[in-house]
């Protein structure tokens, strides 16, 4: 059975920093791409950021510069360093593999993490 398992959220002040780590299991997930959503109150799920198998990135406009995800294949985990954050960068922060099975495009997702960006 797969599980992501997203860690690191929390409440931090602006112009600080968090760590979310996403730790999958259940399948090797190397050669899949690994991504953060996030999700505001009142909003629609947005894309934050992607990393291909081979280490290819990019990230929303909004979180460029600032954001940094990552992955670690050997231990099927995906994390995103945030600097810089912004009142508006809380959110509910979900771990994401797509993956193809049968002919159809389908998700992996999270529990989801709770940032809040408050002082």
């Known amino acids: 059975q797969v599980q992501l398992v997203e860690s690191g959220g929390g409440l931090v002040q602006p112009g600080g920093s968090l760590r979310l780590s996403c730790v999958a299991s259940?399948?090797?997930?190397?050669?899949?791409?690994m991504a953060w959503y996030r999700q505001a109150p009142g909003k629609q799920r947005e894309l934050v950021a992607r990393?291909?198998?081979?280490?290819?990135?990019n990230y929303a406009d909004s979180v460029k510069g600032r954001f940094a995800i990552s992955r670690d294949n050997a231990k099927n985990t995906v994390y995103l360093q945030m600097n810089s954050l912004k009142p508006e960068d809380t959110a509910v922060y979900y771990c994401?593999?797509?993956?193809?099975?049968?002919?159809?495009?389908?998700?992996?997702w999270g529990q989801g993490t709770q940032v809040t960006v408050s002082s």
């Open positions: 259940g399948r090797d997930f190397s050669r899949n791409t």
């Open positions: 990393i291909v198998s081979t280490g290819g990135t």
């Open positions: 994401n593999v797509p993956y193809f099975d049968g002919g159809n495009w389908s998700d992996y």
